[in-house]
């Protein structure tokens, strides 16, 4: 099975309608509550920071190397006391390179000095700084994609957490509603009890209804607490902040309306597919920088500057000396080295292509359970709304015939019980179609776009990465990252 690469997918996105999700997808709930959390989270919560210092650590590593590659160079400058050893037999003495003859030493001290200034630039005819600077280039931009696959991990739990939150609150008024109808009933079994209408049984079992309703509320204020706390940590400010929260004011969101066409394009915006192929960029990369490795290293070198036996005569013309000239280095005994290195770094470019192959096959399958559970829920929902719908019916004429005296008003209040009952379904129902929604939005990459981080993993209508067959050991199969 051959995937197309993400770079493909994303830029055929919008011309197939793949405008879903927007990157402030959230913002449609339309709860102010809502968007100051995220706002938060995503400036405060630790996997956040840790991503930033990561990009700040890959940024300097790149920023050190470019340091180090064409032209360098540098200045030293030396002064120091000497005393020159006595010589018998002898009509010269070696000094810093020098011959000098005895007889300039009627002074044993003597005061050196040099001001050396030197240049070095390398040719890099094979391109190995050039494929270094590529990887660390990409190692960069992993990392920043990184951040952005943080940021919408934590978005999409905290609008989850948060939208259990509102669901434990909606759940909590019809249980309290249920409740105070199962009280209005329990009154009447009591006096039909007292008038010998009705068994004891039927008051008995009122009684435990009521119990098992406290019990209900009292999970439900559980379940709110322990969703605030969680919110609270999500945001990096500490569970305490949780614990401010006012009641969600979640809108029915127009964002987690899943468009009639899904393209498979839409995978390409997703963080942790752009980050898979840019570490495989990466590794290719270093792989054409040890192959370089195998060649000639030519660097041009040069150098001058001043050099005396006196500090008084430093600056003098016939003090100054320059030299300019190639240098050349041959790999000559270590090509066992670099044999094993090419070899490790083969290995390393199979698993980053592995891990991108593991990656887009979990996100088809993200996708693929995600809108499999939407379209359940949302078959669920319709046949849920029509019983909903008659109960509601059903209530509206047992409470006709109550008001005529055709029916009990127990008959009634059991109605009501029974559409409250059906109600909670619905709002179950509704929940986890939420949750799907927000689901599908992170398998596909909650609006994230790799142009807006910098972050290219090849350009449109270039290879995504080398090919590696040609290698000078010759024996290494053909990779693509783009076949699953």
């Known amino acids: 099975m051959h995937s197309p690469s993400p770079e493909a997918l994303a830029r055929t996105t919008k011309d197939a309608g793949g405008v879903w999700p927007e990157a402030q997808w959230f913002a449609s709930f339309h709860d102010p509550q809502l968007d100051a959390l995220v706002e938060e989270a995503c400036a405060a919560n630790p996997d956040i920071q840790v991503a930033g210092a990561r990009i700040a650590e890959a940024q300097s590593q790149l920023d050190r190397f470019a340091s180090g590659t064409g032209l360098t160079g540098g200045a030293t400058a030396a002064a120091y006391k000497a005393r020159m050893p006595a010589i018998d037999g002898a009509a010269n003495v070696d000094v810093a390179g020098t ?46 994609v990184d951040a952005q696959q943080a940021r919408l991990t934590i978005t999409t739990s905290l609008v989850t957490l948060y939208g259990q939150l509102a669901y434990a609150y909606a759940r909590r008024d019809l249980i309290e509603a249920r409740r105070h109808e199962a009280g209005q009933l329990d009154v009447i079994r009591r006096t ?38 969680q919110i609270g940590a999500l945001t990096g400010a500490g569970p305490e902040r949780g614990l401010s929260l006012q009641r969600p ?85 270590e090509r066992g080295q670099l044999h094993s290195q090419l070899h490790g770094d083969y290995a390393q470019a199979d698993e980053t292509i592995a891990l991108y192959n593991k990656t887009l096959d979990g996100a088809l399958t993200e996708v ?43 008959d009634v209040l059991t109605q009501r019980d029974m559409q409250l009952n059906e109600q909670l379904r619905l709002l179950e129902l509704n929940a986890q179609r939420r949750d799907a929604g927000i689901a599908l939005i992170r398998a596909l990459g909650g609006g994230f776009e790799a142009n807006r981080t910098g972050a290219v993993a090849a350009s449109p209508g270039q290879p995504a990465k080398q090919d590696l067959h040609e290698s000078p050991r010759g024996d290494h199969p053909s990779i693509n990252p783009s076949s699953s």
């Open 368 to 410: 693929a359970r995600s809108i499999a559970t939407l379209r359940n829920l949302t078959a669920l929902i319709g046949q849920q709304e029509q019983i909903v719908a008659a109960h509601k019916q059903i209530l509206a004429v047992a409470t006709e015939r109550q008001r005529r005296g055709l029916v009990p008003q127990a």
């Open 249 to 333: 004011k979640l809108v029915d969101a127009d964002g987690l309306s899943v468009p009639a066409n899904l393209p498979l394009e839409l995978l390409g915006r997703r963080p942790d597919i752009v980050a898979a192929r840019l570490r495989v960029q990466a590794a290719t990369a270093k792989i054409a920088a040890t192959r370089a490795m195998f060649y000639p290293n030519i660097n041009l070198s040069a150098g001058g500057g001043l050099s005396s036996l006196s500090l008084g005569s430093l600056f003098s013309s016939a003090s100054l000396f320059f030299a300019v000239g190639p240098a050349v280095s041959l790999p000559i005994f």
């Open 192 to 229: 039909r009890e007292a008038r010998g209408i009705d068994s004891t049984y039927s008051a008995q079992q009122e009684q435990i209804e009521q119990a098992a309703s406290r019990m209900q509320l009292q999970t439900i204020d559980d379940s709110i607490m322990q969703t605030q706390l």
């Open 99 to 144: 011959t000098v003859p005895i007889n300039l030493f009627s002074d044993p001290w003597v005061s050196p000095g040099s001001v050396i200034v030197g240049a070095n630039y390398e040719l890099d005819l094979w391109g190995k700084n050039r494929a270094l600077t590529q990887a660390l280039v990409s190692a960069r931009d992993a990392a920043r």
